[in-house]
């Protein structure tokens, strides 16, 4: 009984195609119910995120028809008129198996790497599973393909560092202070980007966070939403001292901070570390701020040059991986994996 | 109750049938940290971005070699091996190995290893150099213990300011390259910059209190002559009260960033650079 995979994606169709053929969380239960109730499957898993929707099937029979039936039951649910040929694709063995491990991996996500893919692919196998829609086949393959996704994690780099400026920011506190949960955090100027990272550091445990902002309604508005405090724009300079990180991203035309008000700033901290993190553009803090002792500043080039980097080396491994995914898939078919043997698999549509 | 009293102990018995020299066996360590000071180059170019296990592996095999070296050494002149500065140096650097094997048992820690191999190294060469090590006298003065306590504990005490010396060189490495948005800085592994100091600030506590319990037995010492006039004790009370000023210094900051880590650093290569020559300058320690 061969595995099966219809759906589309982020690489083969727009955010107006998947959300239209997305499937409700709450309506999944229903649409694996409906799939084997038709007939044309004899087990099932529907992972429906915002970058995929996906049918992993087995059942027995010819594998070319079975896609057919598959597809045709994906465009009828969803009432589509078109026969969606360049956005779905349609996967037998082994590429059916080696997409699914690619999912699991983070390989064929929108961020590579990513490792939130997994525990979505874990949790739509869990509705599947308590619904009694899996059997032998299917139970096999993803559990072996969670342990592809361990496997390619601890062995490869491509689920290593930070790919978004805001935990690039994170990263780079890790390498100063030894624990964030006694580190206080000042925002100045609440944009998205500087409240992206203040929440980035407060998921790593982060003491707490000033807001600090021109308009003091949305300073206050910000710093209620990060259970912070607000601080009137005039009197940051008078919460410097007990501040570790500084996150800024103000819409001023000239410098906010610059070395000769950070001076004696910095001798009242007595040599603590200080990290800024510049996001605004024009930049909010003079560069030469960070020739100070015990300073260092980071602005958005920066940040994004880092988080290139580590994509590069994401990259990189993707080689690695693949090879990794094959010999994996190729141990999970057996001898049938063989083209000699089997005759070739069946990939229709992008993927 | 059945082994006979004029047997040697059984440890000594083993040491006197292994077919190398003390000498040798201290050689094959220096060998370990030559080839543990070269691997660090290559993780220093990898951008320690990879644990280094074999590192360790490699410092801890050296350990083995340098223990063997010290053990046969005391056992065959049944004393504690810190009479001349061969023996002393072998005494600094096994301490500075041992405490980093220990601290190694955390895995960011173990590139203390990459940046101490080659003072290791360094030092091990100069250690080897024959007039270092003058033939012992047909009875060396034991002094009843208290020299060789005396000696052991000041020469612990520069094992962890060597190994504080080697943390400060890694909190250096790590502060240059956040300063200055090298790459390296966030791949690596190494741990953050302020928990190197705190490590840094508990060596320098540790070694101070060893250098200050080890000067002080010098009042347990049999007098041959005028303790304070003598060169190496002078230099003694100039390196505590350096290890003072930084342990006050840390006190009383709580973070001493860069400047206190070149301090550290610069405090141990004055006790390396003239160690060996106030040692020579000295009546009682010669």
């Given at each position: 009984?061969?595995?099966?995979?219809?759906?589309?994606?982020?690489?083969?169709?727009?955010?107006?195609?998947?959300?239209?053929?997305?499937?409700?969380?709450?309506?999944?239960?229903?649409?694996?119910?409906?799939?084997?109730?038709?007939?044309?499957?004899?087990?099932?898993?529907?992972?429906?995120?915002?970058?995929?929707?996906?049918?992993?099937?087995?059942?027995?029979?010819?594998?070319?028809?079975?896609?057919?039936?598959?597809?045709?039951?994906?465009?009828?649910?969803?009432?589509?008129?078109?026969?969606?040929?360049?956005?779905?694709?349609?996967?037998?063995?082994?590429?059916?198996?080696?997409?699914?491990?690619?999912?699991?991996?983070?390989?064929?996500?929108?961020?590579?790497?990513?490792?939130?893919?997994?525990?979505?692919?874990?949790?739509?196998?869990?509705?599947?599973?308590?619904?009694?829609?899996?059997?032998?086949?299917?139970?096999?393959?993803?559990?072996?393909?969670?342990?592809?996704?361990?496997?390619?994690?601890?062995?490869?780099?491509?689920?290593?560092?930070?790919?978004?400026?805001?935990?690039?920011?994170?990263?780079?506190?890790?390498?100063?202070?030894?624990?964030?949960?006694?580190?206080?955090?000042?925002?100045?100027?609440?944009?998205?980007?500087?409240?992206?990272?203040?929440?980035?550091?407060?998921?790593?445990?982060?003491?707490?966070?000033?807001?600090?902002?021109?308009?003091?309604?949305?300073?206050?508005?910000?710093?209620?939403?990060?259970?912070?405090?607000?601080?009137?724009?005039?009197?940051?300079?008078?919460?410097?001292?007990?501040?570790?990180?500084?996150?800024?991203?103000?819409?001023?035309?000239?410098?906010?901070?610059?070395?000769?008000?950070?001076?004696?700033?910095?001798?009242?901290?007595?040599?603590?570390?200080?990290?800024?993190?510049?996001?605004?553009?024009?930049?909010?803090?003079?560069?030469?701020?960070?020739?100070?002792?015990?300073?260092?500043?980071?602005?958005?080039?920066?940040?994004?040059?880092?988080?290139?980097?580590?994509?590069?080396?994401?990259?990189?491994?993707?080689?690695?991986?693949?090879?990794?995914?094959?010999?994996?898939?190729?141990?999970?078919?057996?001898?049938?994996?063989?083209?000699?043997?089997?005759?070739?698999?069946?990939?229709?549509?992008?993927? | 109750?059945?082994?006979?009293?004029?047997?040697?102990?059984?440890?000594?018995?083993?040491?006197?049938?292994?077919?190398?020299?003390?000498?040798?066996?201290?050689?094959?360590?220096?060998?370990?940290?030559?080839?543990?000071?070269?691997y660090s180059v290559f993780l220093f170019r990898r951008g320690f971005r990879e644990d280094s296990r074999v590192n360790y592996g490699l410092l801890a095999a050296a350990l083995v070699f340098h223990t063997i070296a010290m053990a046969k050494?005391?056992?065959?002149?049944?004393?504690?091996?810190?009479?001349?500065?061969?023996?002393?140096?072998?005494?600094?650097?096994?301490?500075?190995?041992?405490?980093?094997?220990?601290?190694?048992?955390?895995?960011?820690?173990?590139?203390?290893?990459?940046?101490?191999?080659?003072?290791?190294?360094?030092?091990?060469?100069?250690?080897?150099?024959?007039?270092?090590?003058?033939?012992?006298?047909?009875?060396?003065?034991?002094?009843?213990?208290?020299?060789?306590?005396?000696?052991?504990?000041?020469?612990?005490?520069?094992?962890?300011?060597?190994?504080?010396?080697?943390?400060?060189?890694?909190?250096?490495?790590?502060?240059?390259?956040?300063?200055?948005?090298?790459?390296?800085?966030?791949?690596?592994?190494?741990?953050?910059?302020?928990?190197?100091?705190?490590?840094?600030?508990?060596?320098?506590?540790?070694?101070?209190?060893?250098?200050?319990?080890?000067?002080?037995?010098?009042?347990?010492?049999?007098?041959?002559?005028?303790?304070?006039?003598?060169?190496?004790?002078?230099w003694s009370l100039l390196v505590w009260a350096v290890y003072l000023a930084l342990v006050l210094w840390r006190w009383r900051v709580t973070q001493g960033g860069r400047r206190f880590a070149w301090c550290v650093v610069g405090s141990f290569?004055?006790?390396?650079?003239?160690?060996?020559?106030?040692?020579?300058?000295?009546?009682?320690?010669?």
């Amino acid at each position: 009984m061969p595995l099966l995979c219809v759906g589309l994606s982020h690489h083969t169709s727009p955010v107006e195609v998947r959300e239209r053929f997305a499937f409700a969380e709450a309506a999944v239960p229903a649409v694996l119910q409906a799939l084997r109730e038709s007939g044309v499957v004899d087990e099932a898993v529907v992972l429906s995120t915002c970058n995929r929707v996906e049918i992993y099937a087995a059942m027995g029979g010819d594998a070319r028809l079975a896609l057919a039936s598959l597809r045709g039951f994906f465009l009828k649910h969803h009432n589509a008129t078109g026969t969606l040929d360049k956005e779905l694709y349609a996967l037998s063995e082994p590429q059916s198996i080696e997409h699914l491990f690619k999912v699991a991996s983070g390989l064929d996500s929108m961020v590579l790497g990513e490792t939130e893919i997994l525990g979505q692919l874990k949790s739509a196998y869990d509705v599947a599973r308590r619904g009694g829609h899996t059997g032998a086949r299917l139970n096999k393959t993803f559990q072996r393909a969670f342990n592809v996704a361990k496997h390619i994690r601890t062995e490869t780099s491509i689920q290593r560092g930070s790919v978004s400026v805001a935990n690039v920011a994170v990263e780079l506190a890790e390498k100063i202070f030894s624990a964030l949960h006694d580190r206080q955090v000042m925002v100045l100027g609440a944009g998205d980007t500087s409240e992206k990272v203040a929440r980035a550091l407060l998921s790593r445990g982060a003491h707490s966070i000033l807001v600090s902002n021109r308009s003091f309604d949305r300073a206050e508005a910000l710093a209620k939403e990060l259970a912070g405090r607000a601080v009137h724009f005039d009197d940051w300079a008078r919460e410097f001292e007990r501040v570790d990180i500084v996150i800024s991203s103000t819409s001023a035309p000239h410098y906010v901070l610059d070395r000769k008000k950070l001076e004696p700033l910095m001798r009242a901290r007595r040599n603590r570390p200080l990290l800024l993190v510049d996001i605004a553009v024009p930049r909010d803090i003079e560069p030469e701020c960070n020739f100070l002792d015990d300073v260092y500043l980071y602005n958005i080039d920066d940040l994004q040059a880092i988080a290139d980097d580590y994509l590069k080396q994401r990259q990189d491994e993707i080689a690695e991986c693949e090879r990794i995914i094959r010999e994996k898939a190729a141990a999970l078919l057996g001898p049938k994996s063989r083209p000699d043997l089997q005759g070739g698999g069946l990939a229709f549509g992008h993927k | 109750m059945g082994q006979s009293l004029l047997a040697p102990p059984p440890s000594r018995l083993q040491l006197d049938h292994v077919p190398l020299t003390d000498r040798q066996f201290f050689l094959l360590a220096v060998v370990l940290y030559g080839v543990s000071m070269v691997y660090s180059v290559f993780l220093f170019r990898r951008g320690f971005r990879e644990d280094s296990r074999v590192n360790y592996g490699l410092l801890a095999a050296a350990l083995v070699f340098h223990t063997i070296a010290m053990a046969k050494r005391g056992f065959s002149f049944e004393r504690c091996p810190v009479n001349n500065l061969f023996e002393a140096t072998l005494f600094i650097l096994w301490t500075i190995v041992a405490a980093y094997l220990l601290l190694g048992a955390w895995q960011r820690l173990r590139f203390l290893g990459a940046f101490a191999s080659p003072a290791l190294f360094a030092v091990g060469v100069f250690a080897l150099m024959p007039h270092l090590d003058p033939p012992p006298g047909p009875k060396p003065d034991f002094g009843g213990g208290w020299i060789s306590l005396h000696a052991a504990l000041v020469l612990l005490a520069y094992g962890a300011f060597g190994l504080g010396a080697a943390g400060g060189a890694m909190y250096l490495t790590q502060e240059h390259d956040l300063k200055y948005h090298k790459m390296r800085a966030i791949f690596s592994l190494m741990p953050p910059i302020d928990r190197m100091e705190l490590l840094i600030g508990k060596l320098l506590v540790v070694g101070f209190v060893l250098l200050t319990a080890g000067l002080a037995l010098t009042a347990k010492l049999p007098r041959q002559t005028a303790v304070f006039s003598d060169a190496k004790t002078q230099w003694s009370l100039l390196v505590w009260a350096v290890y003072l000023a930084l342990v006050l210094w840390r006190w009383r900051v709580t973070q001493g960033g860069r400047r206190f880590a070149w301090c550290v650093v610069g405090s141990f290569l004055f006790v390396l650079l003239t160690f060996w020559g106030t040692n020579l300058m000295s009546e009682l320690h010669r």
